[in-house]
C-alpha cells in the first residue's frame, strides 16, 4: 500500500545546528515527492520538490529509491524555520496526495 | 490572485446538524481537493473534482459526505448528521490545468461538532 512516514513528531535543535527531516515512502510506480511546510497561521504550501532539485530557504532534499527515503535537510537552522513539515507523494496513476503525519521542527535560540 | 479562499474559516455544528464547507481556487485553477485532517495527523486525501465532475472520491466516507464543484461558484464540501468525529480541520486545494500536482491551499476550515 501506498504510504508515508514520517517517523519524528518533533525535531527540537538549536539554531545554526543542523536539520534534517526523515521521510520514507511506500510505492510500487515511479515516485514523485514534496515537501510542504506550515508555519503558524499560516497556510500549508509548497517548500519544494524532488523533481526540481532546487534548493528554497537553504532547504534540499534528494529522492534515494534505494532507501526509499526523500530527507528534508538544512546545514543551518534558523529560529523562523520553525515549523510543520509535511512530506508527500504524488500518486499519478490516481491523482492524488499522500502526506506523512508531519514534523514539528522547533529552531530555538 | 487572492488565492484558494475557504470559508468559513471555523465552524460549530451540534450532532445531527449539517456542514456546509466553501472553497473558491485560484483564479484560473480548475482541479479542487478536499484534504481532512484529525489531531495529530497528516492530512488525508477525500476527494478530487474538476468543474461539475467528481473525479475521485476515494478518500470520502461512504455516508453522509458529499462534494461538488458546480460551473459557477465555490465547490462544497457537504456532511450531513455531523457527529463527533467528523470535527477536524478540512483543507481545499487547487491546481491549475495539465498540473494537478501543483496543489495551492486554502487556510482550511475548523468543525468542531457539539
Known amino acids: 500500500a501506498q504510504r508515508v512516514t514520517q517517523p519524528e513528531k518533533l525535531l527540537s535543535v538549536f539554531k545554526g545546528a543542523p536539520v534534517e527531516l526523515k521521510c520514507n515512502y511506500s510505492y510500487s510506480g515511479s515516485p514523485e515527492l514534496f515537501w510542504y511546510v506550515q508555519y503558524s497561521r499560516q497556510r500549508l504550501q509548497l517548500l519544494l520538490r524532488h523533481i526540481s532539485r532546487e534548493s528554497i530557504k537553504g532547504f534540499t532534499a534528494d529522492l534515494n529509491k534505494g532507501e526509499t527515503s526523500f530527507h528534508l535537510k538544512k546545514p543551518f537552522a534558523q529560529e523562523e524555520d520553525s515549523a510543520m513539515y509535511y512530506c508527500?507523494?504524488?500518486?499519478?496513476?490516481?491523482?492524488?496526495?499522500?502526506f506523512g503525519s508531519g514534523t514539528r521542527l522547533l529552531v530555538r535560540p | 490572485n487572492a488565492g484558494v479562499m475557504q470559508n468559513p474559516r471555523h465552524l460549530v455544528r451540534r450532532r445531527g446538524q449539517e456542514a456546509r464547507l466553501r472553497c473558491s481556487p485560484m483564479?484560473?485553477?480548475?482541479?479542487v481537493y478536499w484534504y481532512r485532517q484529525l489531531p495529530e495527523e497528516g492530512l488525508k486525501f477525500m476527494v478530487y473534482l474538476q468543474k461539475e465532475n467528481i473525479i475521485d472520491e476515494s478518500g470520502m466516507p461512504k455516508e453522509r459526505f458529499s462534494a461538488e464543484f458546480p460551473k459557477e461558484g465555490p465547490s462544497i464540501l457537504r456532511i450531513q448528521q455531523v457527529v463527533r468525529g467528523d470535527s477536524a480541520a478540512y483543507f481545499c486545494?487547487?491546481?491549475?490545468?495539465?498540473?494537478?500536482?501543483?496543489?495551492?491551499f486554502g487556510p482550511g476550515t475548523r468543525l468542531t461538532v457539539t
Open positions: 486545494a487547487s491546481s491549475p490545468p495539465g498540473s494537478p500536482y501543483e496543489q495551492y
Open positions: 483564479k484560473g485553477h480548475s482541479h
Open positions: 508527500a507523494l504524488w500518486m499519478d496513476s490516481s491523482y492524488k496526495l499522500i
